[in-house]
Nanobody, 122 residues
Framework: QVQLVESGGGLVQPGGSLRLSCAAS????????IGWFRQAPGKEREGVLC????????YYVDSVKGRFTISKDNAKNTVYLQMNSLKPEDTAVYYC???????????????WGQGTQVTVSS
């Protein structure tokens, strides 16, 4: 059974950092595309970053380039989203998702975690 569990969200001041974790079970993160999405209040869910063994990391949105990075620890079967220089507009629920394919360019995301809230505010 595929399961994704996010953690690491919270309240942080503008300019601060957070690292989100996505612990996977039921499959190996090294075999599939793993993405991070976010959904702000009143907005549609948007893709942020994806990682796969075939593509490396791919940004889905320009606004986080230079601030967010994605990585994975195959031994722990966990994917991370490192978020630096956070801005109020980064406030959202962040979701981890696993694709049915190994490429971030056509991942076919099907499995989702429950999400973790990130709030950037002074």
């Amino acid at each position: 059974q595929v399961q994704l569990v996010e953690s690491g969200g919270g309240l942080v001041q503008p300019g601060g950092s957070l690292r989100l974790s996505c612990a996977a079970s039921g499959f190996a993160v090294d075999d599939y595309a793993i993405g991070w999405f976010r959904q702000a209040p009143g907005k549609e869910r948007e893709g942020v970053l994806c990682i796969s063994s075939s593509d490396g990391s791919i940004y889905y949105v320009d606004s986080v380039k230079g601030r967010f990075t994605i990585s994975k620890d195959n031994a722990k079967n966990t994917v991370y989203l490192q978020m630096n220089s956070l801005k109020p507009e980064d406030t959202a629920v962040y979701y981890c998702t696993a694709g049915s394919r190994s490429s971030c360019r056509s991942p076919d995301f099907r499995s989702w975690g429950q999400g973790t809230q990130v709030t950037v505010s002074s």
